[in-house]
């Protein structure tokens, strides 16, 4: 039998992170030490109280059947963080439950966009917001993120044109794979630029908690007239080191989120029950932990850049998330050949720029999933190397 896929099955090739394995696994093979800095999985532990909620769940034969619904005590318990955490008024209606924001990110087209529709992403961004709307068909218009503008979009640089087409736009600070931060002049613009357009904000609000220089994070919701053209997705994966839990939130306008729950109804029955009483738990239980898993990821970013910035790999500290955006040293011209380099000569495994977009080329990035002692000792590695010298 001849099977024939669709054009867009077919338009998809091998994610980075599964070359990137790839080469991991050959290098472990051969015996050598891999630092391995390319995916975003905490290496902290999930919070006792976490872990204790979820198995007292687990035990109750009632909580294996469908969810159906999201759990009114998991939906007052947003309600209750956002104020407390961010100032904002929440509605349960507000709020609803999703698989991860990757995937939420992933459907969210569904509701927008017919084919063809445009829809604004990052260059260079996180691969699934075009991913998804690329499956529904949608076209996906890149706006540029330089250094020199703090990898924050110029609104006036985007065509009057292509504005007035879009359907909505994505936006994620703190920004992975850049690691910046947006001011409240930046989220004043952003609205201003929605409702001229009227253009849908979607904001991806993973990184909240982990921003540096004792700065604290916000919510897109906190400003005015945010929920007349947007919607938040808040994840408890990074926070409280949920990640393979997956539950995160779609949160703001009202008529958005109901759309979004009606969709989804025809895809799933809900969030595990146990997943749902876990994050209960994250919510309203003791947040010492968050502050101090901040207070480590920003040791680590300065252990990393700065040692790096010592052996002669000019490399600016982060701003926030549990990333470094690095750019590649001057002897080099293609982020994926020294990637590639990197790893063979190093055993230092790095995402290439490319992999977010083409304004990714001249980057690495770098996960900080490593103590701060272990990650001097990957810096040191890679002086040894030669990989530096010119």
Excluded at 154 to 179: G, W
Excluded at 192 to 210: G, P, R
Excluded at 290 to 297: A, D, N, S
Excluded at 309 to 317: L, S, T
């Amino acid at each position: 039998m001849e099977i024939q896929f669709s054009k867009r099955a077919e338009e998809i090739g091998e994610g980075i992170f599964s070359v990137l394995n790839g080469k991991k696994e050959r290098l472990i093979r051969e015996g050598r030490e891999v630092f391995n800095f390319s995916v975003g999985t905490p290496d902290f532990q999930t919070p006792e109280h976490i872990r204790k909620a979820m198995e007292q769940a687990c035990q109750d034969p009632e909580n294996y059947k469908y969810a159906l619904t999201d759990r009114a005590e998991m939906l007052d318990a947003v309600r209750d963080f956002y104020q407390k955490r961010f100032g904002v008024k929440l509605q349960r209606e507000q709020i609803m439950s999703l698989y991860g924001s990757q995937e939420g990110m992933a459907h969210i087209a569904l509701m927008f966009c017919d084919p063809g529709d445009v829809v604004l992403v990052p260059n260079p961004g996180y691969p699934v917001f075009g991913m998804g709307p690329k499956l529904m068909g949608a076209r996906c218009v890149g706006y540029p993120l330089y250094a020199k503008n703090n990898f924050l979009p110029d609104f006036d640089d985007i065509e009057e044109e292509t504005a007035k087409a879009a359907k909505f736009m994505i936006l994620s600070y703190p920004a992975n794979p850049v690691c910046s931060v947006a001011d409240d002049a930046f989220y004043e613009k952003a609205i201003a630029f929605a409702k001229k357009y009227q253009v849908v904000l979607l904001h991806d609000n993973a990184y909240a908690d982990i921003l540096y220089g004792g700065k604290t994070g916000k919510s897109f919701l906190s400003y005015e007239g945010a929920f007349d053209v947007g919607i938040e997705f808040y994840s408890l994966s990074k926070s409280y080191n949920m990640t393979g839990m997956r539950i995160s939130f779609a949160i703001g306008n009202e008529k958005m989120i109901q759309t979004f729950k009606k969709i989804r109804s025809q895809i799933d029955y809900g969030i595990f029950l146990p997943v749902q009483y876990a994050a209960v738990a994250a919510l309203t239980g003791p947040q010492d932990s968050v502050t101090e898993q901040c207070r480590l990821y920003e040791e680590r970013c300065r252990a990393l850049c700065g040692g790096l910035r010592e052996i002669g790999w000019e490399v600016p500290d982060g701003q926030g998330t549990m990333f470094v955006w690095a750019p590649i040293p001057t002897n080099y011209t293609s982020s994926e050949k020294f990637a590639m380099d990197l790893a063979d000569k190093a055993g230092v495994i790095v995402v290439p720029g490319t992999a977010f977009g083409s304004l990714g080329e001249g980057y690495v990035r770098m996960a900080l999933v490593y103590p701060a002692e272990e990650i001097k000792r990957a810096v040191k590695v890679i002086k040894e190397c030669g990989i530096l010298e010119a």
